[in-house]
């Protein structure tokens, strides 16, 4: 089955400064890759998803890049504020309608003022 | 707002109790998740649900039953559970008749086994 690493499990960055999670994935037919972000005691929000056709997307200060041959995706934050402090989560699916979500571990971000 | 719906939001409950969570959402989705999480760990996929019938099992002990009566709603049914189920239980929905749709993730209920 698939399996997801992720790294860092920690990381603490000025605020302003760029924040950068990667993914690694074992399965070459997963194609639909999610990041969540989930705060303390709430709910695992989407931020950012990529499928397996595009190498890279933007949403403001959030990017994701897909690198398939390699198998690895990559969640980039610019311009980090306090706000940003979270774990987030990438997530790798098989199926085409994304319902078998594996998740990596996870990746607390602490933003510091 | 939180579009889908998870009742109670905490639960205490004795190890012989049975007791049922709740979830509701009203975006039309027909795919329906339930996940367990354990602290400082991700989600994991328990049951799916497409179209009202249920398609992923994870390997779940018995003890948790998944019911869902119909295209907004699921319920978790407990009975006999042990102090490692203690966990968040979160409920989630997706568009299943579109590719790579994401999944909406409800607050969850915190369920405590004493």
């Given at each position: 089955g698939e399996n997801v690493e992720q790294h860092p499990s920690t990381?603490?960055?000025?605020?302003?400064?760029s924040?950068?999670?990667?993914?690694?994935?074992?399965?070459?037919?997963?194609?639909?890759?999610?990041?969540?972000?989930?705060?303390?005691?709430?709910?695992p929000q989407l931020i950012i998803?990529?499928?397996?056709?595009?190498?890279?997307?933007?949403?403001?200060?959030?990017?994701?890049?897909?690198?398939?041959?390699a198998k690895h995706f990559s969640l980039h934050i610019t311009e980090t504020q306090p706000e940003d402090s979270a774990v987030y989560f990438?997530?790798?699916?098989?199926?085409?309608?994304?319902?078998?979500?594996?998740?990596?571990?996870g990746t607390r971000l602490s933003v510091l003022p | 707002d939180?579009?889908?719906?998870?009742?109670?939001?905490?639960?205490?409950?004795?190890?012989?109790?049975?007791?049922?969570?709740?979830c509701e959402q009203h975006m039309g989705h027909r795919a329906m998740y339930w996940y367990k999480q354990k602290a400082k760990k991700p989600p994991e996929l328990m049951f799916v649900?497409?179209?009202?019938?249920?398609?992923?099992n994870e390997s779940v002990p018995s003890r948790f039953s998944p019911e869902c009566p119909n295209s907004s709603l699921l319920n978790l049914h407990l009975h006999a559970l042990q102090p490692e189920d203690s966990a968040l239980y979160l409920c989630a929905s997706s568009q299943s008749d579109k590719y790579f749709q994401p999944q909406h993730f409800g607050d969850g209920?915190?369920?405590?086994i004493l």
């Open positions: 990381l603490s960055v000025q605020e302003g400064d924040a950068v999670i990667k993914c690694t994935y074992s399965d070459s037919a997963s194609n639909y890759f999610p990041w969540y972000k989930q705060e303390l005691g709430k709910r998803d990529i499928r397996s056709n595009v190498g890279e997307k933007k949403d403001q200060r959030i990017a994701v890049t897909l690198n398939k041959t990438c997530a790798a699916s098989m199926d085409n309608y994304g319902q078998n979500f594996v998740f990596g571990p | 939180t579009e889908v719906t998870q009742t109670p939001k905490h639960l205490v409950m004795g190890m012989t109790n049975k007791k049922s969570l709740k649900y497409s179209y009202e019938k249920l398609s992923i209920t915190r369920l405590s």
